[in-house]
């Protein structure tokens, strides 16, 4: 299918992005995405000064090695970002590097060379995902948009365009005047061409933090008109992904109604979660037996050679096949407590965590939620 | 070491699922063994019942912010916690971020449109849906953790933080299923 190629390409180029990113944004990257690995107390995620790498090597996991080679450091915020199209880096100094070992283990040793980057694709996503504050940004070319001015040398300026997009509402004041500087530009400039109904949008070099936005044709060149017109097209382009976000929403068309669904969608999680919270609280002293049970039982099958059996859930693409490496220094950096857990492996666990997917995923009725393997299936 | 080939998929989203579940669960079962060993000797009394109850909401709750950093909401749910945690450290009252029973179960439903309104007017339902949305919106602003901060009050932002927030409320969903499922 071709969403899964698509998914592969995605990965891949979303993994080099990420190596990119982890350049040009470490000044602005502060919190390790990973709590386990900043034990050290950036746990409330405000630390400014604790930076993947010098975490990574302080931790003294063994993975670093290969880690450092690889610079690249998904954050748990940007795969969301990219995953739901969402930007979760509104909060400027949350959002920080993270290191998947490995993850990182993967595209180090084993960059296929038969996935091809989907530049356009990833440029297409990663400007969907971004989404500054400040300035007048029309950082979601729609899918029908005609015009795909972001050709060349699209992922540095997209990347440099979401480190600068963190930057938060301090950009507020510069919002106005650059505005009109902008539209007030083009609408001059443009207003006698011939254009297509769509707004075109082209984006500068890096260095200027704005997107032009030319007036369409027949409508009302005010600067704040047109801000208004940006900010209403990223409003409905927000509830669109939440849309697709929210199963079954398919089909409405109105925005009173789909945040109607939304919000029951939201109070029926929120109620989950405290069903299974209370159910886990009176089944929690047998919890970690029966942990310690399974994945016990599970280290034997993991020697027997079925480790095909991870990661695969329904749709996924062929695994990719490395070998792993063991992190001797935990990879949850927070302090065990527990006597049981110590003696576990730490490889042992992830197996298990994977496992817990594919029961989590396969087994359960999803109440019509539609949690089925992934988070939205990609048909 | 016994050297084990491990297998993941490339997928960004099932990474993205299984790292969020490896770093819930790394936070949660170890504090959840925690609870569970003063509980270890049967204990019917129900104030004790409740305060475990109280604590694992917790610990889940939290096992969920520092699952997911790095969003206005994570942060705001965070910081609640632990405001909580510091204030009510002798209330045996089950309670959970969610602080707002009283009218969660009242949704804001508009029947009827709005009265003042009633000419001929194209822009009327445009007004009364406009209205029903900023209804919708700051229903939702109750909904998600930090909503009535201050960043939240844009509705870009607003949007932005719900579908992260609404993401990482399904893994929190599937990863608690799961570990259930296990016993």
Redesign the interface.
């Known amino acids: 299918m071709t969403s899964e190629n698509d ?2 390409g ?3 180029s ?1 993994i080099s992005m990420f190596n990119k990113s982890s350049n040009t944004s470490d000044s602005f990257f502060s ?1 390790c ?4 690995v900043s034990q050290s107390g950036s ?4 630390s400014m000064a604790s930076h993947y790498h010098l975490v990574m090597e302080n931790q003294g996991i063994s993975g670093t090695s290969h880690v450092s080679h690889y610079q690249s450091d ?4 940007e ?13 400027s100094q ?3 590097p993270f290191s ?1 070992p ?2 990182n283990q ?1 595209a180090n040793r084993r960059c296929p060379p038969n996935f091809t980057l989907d530049e356009h694709r990833i440029s297409k996503e990663a400007l969907v995902g971004t ?1 500054p ?1 400040g300035k007048i940004r029309k950082c979601a070319p729609e899918s029908g948009s005609p015009l795909r001015s972001c050709k060349n040398g699209d992922e540095e300026p997209v990347m440099d365009l979401s480190s600068e997009g963190c930057d938060g ?1 301090r950009e507020q004041a510069r919002k106005k005047p650059e505005t009109e500087q902008n539209t007030g530009a083009n609408s001059r400039g443009k207003q006698a061409v011939k254009q297509d109904k769509d707004s075109s949008q082209s984006e500068e070099a890096p260095k200027e933090n704005y997107i032009h936005v030319r007036a369409r044709r027949g409508q009302a060149t005010n600067s704040h008109s047109l801000a208004e017109r940006v ?1 209403r097209e ?2 409905s382009e ?2 669109r ?2 849309q697709e ?2 199963p079954g929403c398919n089909k409405i068309t ?3 109604v789909m ?2 669904e ?6 029926s ?2 109620q ?3 069903f ?6 009176t ?6 037996l ?2 310690d049970r ?1 994945l016990s039982k599970d280290i034997l099958h ?2 027997s ?1 079925s ?2 059996v ?4 329904p749709g ?2 062929s ?6 490496s ?1 992190f001797p220094g935990t ?2 950096g ?1 302090p ?3 006597p ?2 110590p003696p576990l ?1 730490q ?1 042992v ?3 298990e ?2 496992n ?2 594919q ?3 396969s ?2 009725t999803m109440d019509g ?1 539609g ?1 089925n393997g ?2 939205k299936p990609e048909m | 070491m016994k050297e084990q080939r491990r297998v993941y998929p490339m997928e960004p989203r099932t990474i993205m699922q299984t790292s969020f579940a490896k770093t819930y669960l790394n936070y949660l079962l170890p504090e959840l063994a925690n609870i569970g060993k003063p509980a270890s000797s049967l204990s019917v009394d129900r104030y004790v019942d409740k305060e475990i109850e109280k604590t694992v909401r917790y610990e889940v709750d939290m096992a969920l912010a520092l699952s997911a950093q790095g969003f206005a909401w994570s942060h705001a749910l965070e910081h609640k916690l632990r405001l909580n945690v510091n204030n009510n450290n002798q209330v045996g009252k089950s309670q959970s971020y969610l602080s707002h029973d009283g009218y969660r179960n009242t949704m804001p439903v508009n029947h009827e449109p709005a009265t003042e309104k009633l000419e001929g007017n194209p822009k009327r339902s445009g007004t009364e849906a406009a209205a029903e949305e900023e209804e919708r919106l700051t229903y939702l602003r109750k909904l998600i953790p930090g909503g009535s901060g201050e960043m939240m009050l844009d509705d870009e932002i607003l949007l932005s933080e719900l579908g992260s927030y609404v993401s990482c409320l399904e893994l929190q969903v599937n990863v608690l299923r799961s570990v259930l499922q296990l016993n």
């Open positions: 998914d592969m995605l990965a891949m979303s919190s995405w990973d709590p386990i746990l409330g995620g405000s998904p954050s748990f915020v795969l969301v970002s990219k995953l739901t199209g969402f930007d979760g880096g509104n909060l949350m959002v920080g998947l490995q993850c993967v989404s504050n509402p900010r990223k409003i927000r509830m992904l939440l976000l929210v109105g925005k009173a945040l109607d939304i919000i029951n969608y939201v109070q999680l929120q989950q979660v405290e299974l919270s209370m159910k886990l609280a089944v929690n002293p047998e919890i970690n029966d942990l399974i993991q020697r050679g480790a095909a991870l990661g695969l859930g996924s693409n695994p990719y096949g490395f070998s792993p063991t990879i949850s927070i065990n407590k527990n049981q857990f492996p490889t666990l992830e197996n965590l994977l817990l997917f029961m989590g995923f087994g359960s939620f949690l992934q988070l």
